[in-house]
């Protein structure tokens, strides 16, 4: 089993800057790729970032260069760098975790609530 537990969230303006930490604990063994999604009220959750081993990102069109997605892999944790945002930007992001297994195996944090005023 891998834990996940994010940090960061918060409210800010519009234009202002938040980070986001994703700490992995416990089976983290074989963790392939690491990243975040988002789900605003009354909208499925989406994809914002994602960021593998061997360091390839998948970043959403929506928030390509505002966002930054970013790994340790010796700590296990994956970090969103989120500038410049925008009141569309308000969701609750969740990490995700995807570790290499037959079928493979996707854990998730519970969440945090990003707040973006205009």
């Known amino acids: 089993q891998v834990q996940l537990v994010e940090s960061g969230g918060g409210l800010v303006q519009a234009g202002g800057s938040l980070r986001l930490s994703c700490a992995a604990s416990?089976?983290?063994?074989?963790?392939?790729?690491m990243g975040w999604y988002r789900q605003a009220p009354g909208k499925q959750r989406e994809l914002v970032a994602i960021?593998?081993?061997?360091?390839?990102?998948n970043i959403a069109e929506s928030v390509k260069g505002r966002f930054t997605i970013s790994r340790d892999s010796a700590k296990n944790a994956v970090y969103l760098q989120m500038d410049s945002l925008k009141p569309e930007d308000t969701a609750v992001y969740y990490c995700?975790?995807?570790?290499?297994?037959?079928?493979?195996?996707?854990?998730w944090g519970q969440g945090t609530q990003v707040t973006v005023s205009s």
């Open positions: 416990g089976s983290t063994l074989r963790i392939n790729s």
């Open positions: 960021i593998t081993v061997g360091g390839s990102t």
């Open positions: 995700r975790a995807v570790q290499v297994r037959v079928p493979p195996q996707e854990y």
